[in-house]
């Protein structure tokens, strides 16, 4: 592997900073100060981080609209993205956006979505144009299980067969489809094996391991730059809270949950830091520090913020 | 000055872009070694390759999704529908994702997409191949929406399209192709959201649009002779609107006719009524009165379809009523 401890601390600083974010999201989503929908990625921290750690920034990503972990580990500026949520103008989208609509293409986040399968065909796109400016660029769709099953995902892998696009089609099988178990959905044991019909080679990786992630995704990324073409990945993974907040998790069981708990790549990733790579407690212990510091910041940020003002409801569109 | 059918106006403004433009690319079905349905891309395939003319699989909400990933990276794709009514299979990409990304991310990116595409019926296509849909892609904010009715505003309004950072929807009409006009050589653009009087007079105003004009038009010559005297206002946007030319011919004539082949109800003639009795509620000396197809799909027997779709002399009828 050619991580080294810095990466190590990096990764696990940043799945923490997604863990602790989502968990402040609840917060202001049962204080009020968060509306609409809220679908955090607790537990799905490990796929994000691993898979946006084999990409360059300048790298394309869509995600979903369980995307702040995606958003985040891509680079977005998580005060940018409280205060969107807050609905504030220092948001990412000036507060037009909210918690489904993270944007930033100065980190290549070319949105999160709230339309299942509809930002793959947006990074296949975006692929498209890397490999038109004959750059080296990729892009990566993140999507869930429940995509799958949308027409135009199956549309947008075909063009990028025939088309060899640079695109990775990043799949977070969490095993729920929304509210109903994907097994359900689908008559294939895993999803990676949609891949085969449109000529994409296809892997499966533990998502839950975000060292597994991170060397599932590169080698992907690498074939891409390379001009190898679409690779899909689909990555196992289970989120630990409910579809949204006010889900009442009627389809699976608490045993299931707490298997799944502990493993829960939040907390086992920094105990195999110190185990079985040698990194010292301590250093763990500053980087839990570190991001709680920042936390607060953000936190501080977006709540000191201003809201917009009236006139920009018409502004950035055409009226 | 030398006349050029609609197509041939269409296809020098793309020539013309695409030129000057090289992040321009063309997506769609069948438009290179076949040139398009209509011809609009005939030869273009030859003359810029497969990269920048390419052809897709029948799958257009793949094609068009793809196209808003280019536009928000760096390109100016120019998708087509090969016809308007397929515009539902990419409903999701053209009005969730193309019209809303520039707003939902506060600006940070904008969609400069074209979408061509053809509609209206005359032809014996039948209900899934005969649709006007402007009103639902005007009533769907951040899309603009053009509807030329001659080649010389087709070109001038397909390369203005071309420089706009909005997703555009380029709306022709499959029997405007073969009509010809007058396109002076060289440089020219029409801006959006201007409208143009293509007939002046003075005693009822008449807006319309795409094919519809050249049934106005008509309508207007033919009541001339009974000395009514009409003013035809060719919309050429549907979005944005150019109310203010509306405005200022009502005040003139005090009476308004809109016609359009869309479904009369809750067709732009809709909204025209309904901002002129707004703004010029004084000025007017009759009701409204609004011509469009019938509200049932558009079949295919030539004589039904004749009765559904509006014609000149549904026009004729119309301004009598509003002068009687």
């Known amino acids: ?319 | 000055m030398r006349e050029l059918t609609y197509s041939q106006a269409l296809r020098e403004a793309i020539i013309e872009e695409m030129d000057r433009n090289p992040n321009i690319l063309l997506l769609g079905e069948d438009i290179g070694v076949y040139g398009g349905v209509f011809k609009v891309t005939e030869g273009l395939l030859a003359r810029y390759g497969p990269e920048r003319v390419r052809e897709t699989p029948i799958s257009e909400a793949g094609f068009i999704g793809a196209a808003v990933g280019l536009a928000m990276t760096g390109k100016h794709p120019m998708a087509e529908l090969m016809f308007m009514d397929f515009a539902w299979v990419a409903a999701d990409q053209i009005f969730n994702q193309a019209a809303k990304m520039r707003y939902m991310s506060g600006g940070r990116v904008s969609v400069p997409l074209v979408i061509r595409t053809q509609q209206g019926g005359g032809r014996g296509n039948a209900a899934q191949h005969s649709q006007s849909l402007e009103t639902v892609f005007t009533h769907i904010p951040g899309l603009k929406v053009a509807v030329p009715a001659t080649p010389y505003d087709a070109k001038g309004l397909l390369k203005s399209a071309f420089r706009d950072e909005n997703p555009v929807v380029f709306i022709e009409h499959k029997l405007l192709y073969a009509t010809k006009g007058p396109v002076p050589e060289g440089e020219y653009t029409i801006p959006f959201g201007q409208a143009e009087v293509k007939r002046t007079g003075h005693d009822v105003t008449l807006v319309s649009l795409s094919r519809t004009v050249l049934h106005a038009l008509e309508a207007a010559e033919a009541v001339a002779v009974d000395g009514i005297s009409v003013e035809v206002i060719d919309l050429r946007c549907a979005a944005p609107l150019d109310l203010e030319m509306i405005l200022a011919s009502v005040h003139k004539t005090g009476r308004l006719v809109v016609a359009h082949e869309a479904h009369r109800r809750l067709g732009i003639g809709a909204e025209i009524t309904s901002l002129v009795q707004e703004h010029a509620f004084d000025y007017l000396d009759a009701p409204i009165v609004r011509v469009g197809a019938m509200d049932v799909p558009i079949p295919y027997s030539q004589p039904l379809e004749s009765l559904v779709l509006p014609g000149k002399e549904h026009i004729v009828e119309a301004i009598r009523q509003v002068v009687a």
């Open chain 1, 1 to 319: 592997m050619n991580l080294k401890k810095n990466d190590f601390l990096h990764m696990f600083r940043t799945m923490l900073l997604i863990r602790r974010f989502e968990e402040q999201c609840i917060q202001f989503f049962q204080s009020g100060h968060l509306r609409g929908s809220l679908h955090p990625c607790i537990g799905q921290e490990a796929t994000a981080v691993g898979a946006c750690y084999a990409l360059r920034r300048d790298d394309y990503v869509t995600c979903t609209y369980r995307g702040h972990g995606q958003a985040l580990a891509k680079g977005l500026d998580p005060k940018e993205a409280m205060a969107e949520l807050l609905g504030r103008r220092t948001g990412c989208s000036k507060g037009k956006g909210g918690s489904m609509h993270f944007t930033d293409p100065r980190v290549g986040l070319l949105g999160e979505n709230a339309i299942v399968a509809a930002g793959v065909p947006i990074a296949l796109g975006a692929a498209l144009s890397a490999q038109l400016d004959r750059t080296d660029r990729v892009a990566l769709s993140f999507f869930g299980d429940g995509a799958v099953n949308q027409g135009v995902f199956a549309e947008a892998l075909n063009l990028a067969a025939i088309w060899n696009v640079p695109v990775i089609f990043f799949c977070e099988n969490n095993l729920y489809s929304e509210m109903t178990p994907i097994r359900a959905m689908v008559k294939v044991e895993q999803l990676a094996e949609r891949a085969a019909a449109f000529g994409i080679p296809a892997t499966t990786v533990d998502g839950y391991d975000v060292l597994a992630v991170y060397e599932g995704t590169l080698p992907a990324v690498q074939r891409a730059r390379s001009g190898g073409g679409p690779t899909f990945i689909e990555c196992m993974t289970y989120r630990l809270t409910g579809h949204m907040i006010g889900d009442t998790e009627p389809y699976r069981t608490k045993q299931e949950v707490a298997e799944w708990r502990a493993r829960d790549p939040v907390v086992t990733f920094p105990q195999k830091l110190v185990q079985e790579f040698g990194i010292p407690q301590v250093e763990v212990e500053a980087t839990q520090a570190e991001v709680e510091t920042h936390m607060a910041e953000i936190v501080r940020f977006a709540l000191d913020s201003p809201w917009p003002s009236a006139d920009e409801a018409v502004e950035d569109v055409f009226v």
